[in-house]
């Protein structure tokens, strides 16, 4: 991708819109605003030293919760029922009548719709560490916490009244994050929400257009194949960040925030359940590697929000069509003490970015592969 076309046309210099193709939706690209001054919101910077264990921490090892549960003297991962979930098992069923007292003599009409949202929400301690993070943790200790994803995953998909299970995390607390202490959750829901809805549609569509010519075609198949072969062509059309067999990060050509990236698996994967040990072993290497370079980056720990979009359940219906891959979202613009905000004309009309996602994977390849505090 040249620099300039013949008409002129700058990616880095003059403002465009791009295509995400996994939601239907598009971006706003301004990359001559990146030399705006700032005068905005500046994060306090966060408090590096942290003890191995806090005794006042709700997460630590033989520490009570604010339940009064008390967490076992866990070793390595530890999963446990999330004490203030956004859904439950059990629960009545929202009937007509209960709609009638918020919707009144409206209840029938398609302009007032409700469902019942039942599940069932679990945290998992990565380590028992207090003092470490993600980047931070040895490969063997982030291999075991994709098989606790794995054992999780597998679990839920038995239960008939799970539809959907969401594995995230949120680091840091400009991510919301209410604990320090490095864990991540998992929401089961008897639905599937709305953004994997939307992912899942893209890819049944996709497959449904290029049948004829391939019936296993696959949106992030050829995304990923499509970026390899941009890479190879040269630094200025590359958004690759880091690869190894079976994964690959890079920053997505659509990317919404600064420094967003996305790990998808190389090969037509449905979801962590069909990866195997040296697969696990690969992408613990791009995980850590990634989160890496994001602490790196700005000599901080990177806040994110990440979650692995995969099948929804073992059994779903739409499995086939879906390719296992990790989204982070990660709020930081020009240091560790300046974030975006989605604000403005992004919540009324459409998302809006300055760096350029090939800007921002150039930077998140020269950072060093280990971590600063090494």
């Given at each position: 991708?040249?620099?300039?076309?013949e008409e002129?046309?700058?990616?880095?210099?003059?403002?465009?819109?791009?295509?995400?193709?996994?939601t239907?939706?598009?971006?706003?690209?301004?990359?001559?605003r990146?030399?705006?001054?700032?005068?905005?919101?500046v994060?306090?910077?966060?408090r590096?030293q942290?003890?191995a264990?806090?005794?006042?921490?709700?997460?630590?090892?033989?520490n009570?919760?604010?339940?009064?549960?008390t967490?076992?003297?866990?070793?390595s991962?530890?999963?446990?029922?999330?004490d203030?979930?956004?859904?439950?098992?059990?629960?009545?069923?929202?009937?007509?009548?209960?709609?009638?007292?918020?919707?009144g003599e409206?209840?029938?009409s398609?302009?007032f719709r409700?469902?019942?949202?039942?599940?069932?929400?679990?945290?998992?301690c990565?380590?028992?560490?207090?003092d470490?993070t993600?980047?931070?943790?040895?490969?063997?200790e982030?291999?075991?916490?994709?098989?606790?994803?794995?054992?999780?995953?597998?679990?839920?998909?038995?239960?008939?009244?799970?539809?959907?299970i969401?594995?995230?995390?949120?680091k840091?607390?400009?991510?919301?994050c209410?604990?320090?202490?490095?864990h991540?959750?998992?929401?089961?829901?008897?639905?599937?929400?709305s953004?994997?809805?939307?992912?899942?549609?893209?890819?049944k569509?996709?497959?449904?257009?290029?049948m004829s010519?391939n019936?296993?075609?696959c949106?992030?198949?050829?995304?990923?194949?499509?970026?390899?072969?941009n890479?190879?062509?040269?630094?200025?059309?590359?958004?690759?960040?880091?690869?190894?067999?079976?994964f690959?990060?890079?920053?997505?050509?659509?990317?919404?925030?600064?420094?967003?990236?996305?790990?998808?698996?190389?090969h037509?994967?449905?979801?962590?359940?069909?990866?195997?040990?040296?697969?696990?072993?690969d992408?613990?290497?791009?995980?850590?590697?990634?989160?890496?370079?994001?602490?790196n980056l700005?000599q901080?720990?990177?806040?994110?929000?990440?979650?692995?979009?995969q099948a929804?359940?073992?059994?779903?219906?739409?499995?086939?069509?879906?390719?296992l891959?990790m989204?982070?979202?990660?709020?930081?613009?020009?240091?560790?003490?300046?974030?975006?905000?989605l604000?403005?004309?992004?919540?009324?009309a459409?998302p809006q970015?300055?760096?350029?996602?090939e800007?921002a994977?150039?930077?998140?390849?020269?950072?060093?592969?280990?971590h600063y505090?090494?």
């Open positions: 991708m040249a620099s300039l076309d002129g046309f700058s990616f880095s210099g003059h403002s465009h819109r791009r295509f995400n193709p996994l239907g939706s598009w971006v706003l690209c301004s990359p001559h990146a030399k705006r001054p700032w005068l905005g919101q994060e306090e910077a966060a590096e942290r003890p264990h806090d005794p006042a921490c709700f997460l630590c090892p033989g009570k919760r604010a339940t009064g549960t967490n076992d003297c866990y070793t991962t530890y999963v446990f029922p999330n203030y979930a956004a859904v439950h098992a059990e629960q009545p069923d929202c009937s007509a009548d209960s709609l009638a007292l918020v919707a409206n209840a029938s398609d302009l409700v469902e019942s949202a039942r599940g069932q929400c679990s945290v998992i990565f380590s028992p560490r207090h470490l993600l980047p931070e943790l040895g490969l063997d982030i291999c075991q916490i994709i098989r606790t994803w794995q054992s999780v995953y597998h679990e839920l998909s038995a239960n008939s009244g799970i539809a959907y969401q594995i995230f995390e949120n840091g607390a400009a991510m919301g209410s604990n320090p202490h490095p991540g959750q998992v929401w089961a829901l008897s639905v599937v929400p953004e994997p809805a939307k992912e899942i549609e893209s890819l569509a996709y497959r449904q257009a290029h010519a019936p296993n075609a949106l992030l198949c050829a995304y990923v194949s499509a970026e390899e072969g890479a190879a062509a040269g630094e200025q059309s590359s958004r690759l960040v880091l690869q190894n067999k079976s690959v990060a890079l920053v997505p050509f659509w990317a919404t925030w600064p420094f967003e990236t996305m790990i998808v698996a190389k037509h994967i449905a979801s962590i359940a069909d990866l195997c040990e040296p697969k696990i072993a992408l613990a290497e791009i995980m850590q590697g990634l989160t890496c370079r994001y602490d700005f901080c720990s990177f806040p994110y929000s990440m979650g692995l979009h929804p359940t073992a059994t779903h219906p739409d499995a086939a069509c879906c390719h891959h989204h982070f979202y990660p709020p930081l613009l020009r240091s560790a003490t300046v974030r975006k905000f604000v403005g004309f992004e919540m009324m459409e970015r300055d760096l350029t996602a800007q994977a150039s930077r998140l390849r020269a950072q060093s592969p280990t505090k090494s």
